[in-house]
């Protein structure tokens, strides 16, 4: 019988975290389901009350991060998955977006992630073994109007998670980047926060709300099985695209990309560095 696992997943009250937490749950694994706000996990931990543990955290206070991981070790025993996933949406133009603003949403959106990783390192190396999920987004790939400092944060940690895998290998930790698709998990609704507005880009906003339309994507349910068997591969990758309209859309900004740089070519082999 395969022992059972101990995860440790942020932003686990709604929306992906919730719906990882449920799927691990109910394979027999623990999980420490962080977030600011447990109320929502009520439920979940009345069906689960021996293998759930919800932890009050905001990931962007270093020092709580800290803390919460050490407590989790302490109630699991061990961790063998941390899933990254903690986030939220700046919805606004470059320019409409204050200061305060950007700051706070990168410091959950990207010094979060980095926080939590920073805390379960040395536990995970001290144990010679674990993973770590850091979830992105398929719009890492490229800047959007509107969205540009959820593609900047998104993109700042998939940098990052690429350094970190190379460091960390070699103490028998994997990391994998989880570019996720546009999935139904409240982030337009509960997760945003939005800039006030210029005049000079309402035309702009409406043509973005044409082109999205009413589409809020697939429930997160339908993602979680993909990131449960990645969770199980022995040789993981450092990066998949979970989402087969994303992976499309991914390839297809690569390929625009690429057509650019080629255009330019000649202009930029004219300088030797």
């Given amino acids: 019988m395969t022992p059972a696992r101990g995860w440790l997943i942020t932003g686990a009250s709604r929306g992906l975290g919730r719906a990882f937490a449920e799927a691990v749950l109910a394979t027999g694994d623990r999980v420490v389901a962080c977030a600011r706000d447990v109320a929502p996990l009520a439920d979940l931990q009345a069906e689960y009350p021996h293998t759930l543990i919800p932890l009050v955290l905001d990931v962007s206070d270093r020092s709580a991060v800290r803390d919460a991981v050490d407590r989790a070790v302490a109630a699991l025993g061990r961790l063998d998955v941390v899933v990254n996933n903690a986030g939220g949406l700046l919805y606004g133009m470059v320019e409409e977006a204050t200061e305060d603003q950007i700051r706070a949403h990168l410091d959950v959106n990207f010094f979060g992630a980095v926080w939590v990783s920073q805390a379960v390192l040395p536990h995970l ?8 999920l850091q979830v992105t987004s398929m719009g890492a790939a490229g800047g959007m109007a509107s969205v540009g400092f959820y593609g900047a944060g998104k993109a700042a940690l ?15 930790v994997t990391v994998t980047i989880v570019e996720m698709g546009g999935y139904d998990t409240e982030l337009f609704t509960k997760g945003i926060t939005a800039t006030g507005t210029l005049p000079h880009y309402d035309a702009l906003r409406a043509e973005l709300a044409e082109m999205w339309g009413e589409d809020s994507g697939p429930a997160p349910e339908t993602a979680v099985p993909v990131v449960m068997e990645l969770a199980t591969l022995p040789d993981p990758p450092r990066r998949l695209i979970v989402g087969s309209r994303s992976y499309d859309q991914v390839q297809e900004l690569r390929r625009a990309r690429d057509e650019l740089y080629r255009a330019w070519e000649p202009l930029s082999r004219q300088a030797p560095g």
């Fill in 158 to 172: 998939d940098t990052v998670s690429e350094a970190l895998a190379m460091e960390v290998e070699r103490f028998g």
């Fill in 125 to 132: 190396r001290a144990q010679g073994s674990g993973r770590i």
